[in-house]
């Protein structure tokens, strides 16, 4: 599914006006139209509604909806905020329709003492400013939100919550946006709504179909997109009857220090719930027990020391490696890294503290190759090419990383950002607050590494594995619950995600 930008929705917009048989009008209906029906299978019958609608476009779905609702039976009072001198046309004609039906009423919001009294059992529509935002807030609209903010009522966002800049081109001040209690978000989801940052300002957000053009769509250029449950489904491999283990690969794990053998454990099943052939772990000497115990499948290497990883032999027999999950910082291993960054010419997925130890060694990152999966989570990534401010500067900064080392991102979070050499981002839509758990980013290191081991392409493998993971996380929160959830439980729903994935 694709992530376009407020211009490129604006084109799409005007192309499906232009080629099928609807107005400006007609399409501002329509999405005032899903939007109310959204609303009346929510909304408690009794409660009053405030609208409050801008004098863009967002205003005029604003104010279809007023009537929309005042037709259902809602009690509803209308505000319009016409913070512009110019009212778009199309809010001049649902203004219109509005006042045209009896007892419908909409007041000019002038100043201050125009604002409406707002009860926390109300209901507020915001239709202030839509994806025509263009700059922060100011004057009067800033006291409105402030208004809806503090009221406590249930708030509604049109499109997105006004204040928000869609493509999340500027950094906003909380202060000086709408905290949506919902955002009903038009035909695509928008790129401002995946960093954590704005989740206080949108809410709970979904995407409401108006049957905007497919083709202009399909055709719309854009660098960003959200992995649907079909994207994902569409990469897995199908497993030939005949196969035997060699076909699956052989995955080489490398992991594992005094005190978190545990990290090693877990990706390693992980890995094997997989699909991998074989897989061989490379760990410190007194992991060794543990992990023939706890992971029988599994073979081991064991380190000649006892504590941490200090050489590892790599050979041509490995199809992927991984490394990373438990490994420690020990000056020693940080040699290892660098011995096997310079010899292995596999597939790798590189996790944890591999990554802390490139980033406290940058000229280990000229030995990244291109087949190389990176699993960062924000503080690591910050580790390894400086802070963000935010999560849009950390995303730009995410894709120049993937593109100046020719390898593929994972940057983790609630919407993980698969991102390969070309700077295209793939946000996962799979995953739960459950999985902000200890061992949870082991247990992906293992599942990619089972996929880069029976020859996936990077990205693919990266696209379908961050997909598996989150889905094991929701069908175990599900099935549990999200404070249920460790990264053990995960692995034991691996099966039944890898099963929604395969063809009926
Ligand atoms: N796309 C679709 O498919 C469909 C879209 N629809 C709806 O249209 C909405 C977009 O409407 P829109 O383009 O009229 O913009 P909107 O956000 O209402 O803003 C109006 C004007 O405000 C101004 N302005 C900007 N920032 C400002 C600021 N900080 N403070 C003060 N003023 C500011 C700026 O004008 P400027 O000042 O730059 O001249 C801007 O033009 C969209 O969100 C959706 O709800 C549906 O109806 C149907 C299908
Ligand atoms: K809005």
């Known amino acids: 599914m694709k992530i376009l930008s407020a211009n490129a929705i604006r084109k799409v917009d005007a192309y499906t006006i232009e080629h099928e048989p609807v107005s400006d009008y007609g399409l501002m209906q329509r999405a005032a139209g899903a ?17 409050l609608a801008g004098s863009g476009n967002n205003g005029g779905d604003a104010l279809v909806a007023a009537r929309l609702l005042m037709l259902s039976g809602f009690s509803v009072s209308t505000y319009c905020c016409h913070h512009q001198v110019t009212v778009s046309p199309t809010c001049i004609i649902a203004k219109d329709a509005l006042l045209a039906i009896p007892d419908a009423d909409c007041k000019e919001v002038a100043g201050r003492d125009f604002f409406p009294r707002i009860e926390s059992t109300d209901w ?52 000086l946006c709408i905290h949506a209690t919902y955002t009903l978000t038009f035909q695509l989801p928008k790129l401002s709504f995946l960093f ?25 250029e854009t660098s960003f997109h959200m992995i649907t449950h079909d994207d994902a489904a569409a990469l897995l491999h199908q497993r030939a009857k005949f196969a035997h283990k060699g076909h699956f690969g052989h995955a080489l794990m490398i992991g594992g220090s005094r005190g978190k053998i545990g990290a090693v454990v877990l990706a390693s099943r992980a890995c094997l719930h997989s699909g991998v052939g074989l897989l061989s772990v490379h760990l410190p000497q007194g992991g060794e027990l543990v992990l023939h115990t706890a992971v029988p499948e599994a073979m081991v290497e064991a380190d000649q020391n006892e504590k941490y990883v200090t050489h590892v032999e790599i ?76 999560g849009a500067e950390r995303l730009e900064n995410a894709r120049q990383w993937a593109v100046d080392h020719q390898c593929v991102v994972v940057l983790k979070g609630a919407y993980t950002a698969v991102i390969n050499a070309l700077g295209e981002v793939w946000f996962n839509s799979t995953g739960n607050p459950g999985m902000a758990t200890a061992g949870s980013g082991d247990v992906l290191t293992g599942i990619l590494l089972a ?23 929701d069908l175990a929160s599900n099935a549990t619950s999200q404070e249920f959830l460790t990264a053990g439980v995960l692995i034991d729903f691996l099966g039944s995600a890898f099963k929604k994935m395969q063809k009926e």
């Open 35 to 51: 939007l109310t029906e959204w609303l009346l299978e929510r909304i408690p019958s009794g409660t009053h509604v405030v609208v």
């Open 124 to 175: 507020v529509i915001d239709g202030l400013f839509g994806s025509g935002l263009n700059r922060p807030l100011q004057g009067l609209a800033v006291d409105c939100v402030q208004l809806v903010n503090r009221s406590g009522a249930t708030v509604v966002a049109i499109d997105v919550p006004s204040g928000l800049p869609t493509d999340g081109d500027f950094v906003v001040d909380p202060e």
């Open 196 to 220: 954590a940052e704005h989740e206080l300002l949108t809410g709970e957000w979904s995407v409401l179909d108006i049957g905007l053009n497919r083709n202009a769509i399909e055709n719309a």
């Open 315 to 390: 050979s041509g027999k490995h199809n992927a490696v991984g490394i990373g999950c438990g490994l420690g910082t020990h000056p020693q291993t940080a040699k290892a890294l660098e011995d096997i960054l310079t010899r292995a010419i596999c597939p790798m997925v590189i996790d944890a503290d591999a990554l802390n130890l490139i980033a406290t060694h940058p000229e280990l990152k000229s030995l990244l190759s291109a087949n190389t999966i990176v699993t960062p989570h924000p503080v690591e990534f910050d580790r390894l090419a400086g802070k963000s401010s935010s």
């Open 451 to 473: 996929l880069l081991a029976q020859d996936y392409d990077p990205f693919d493998a990266a696209r379908l594995g961050v997909y598996l993971h989150g889905l094991a996380g």
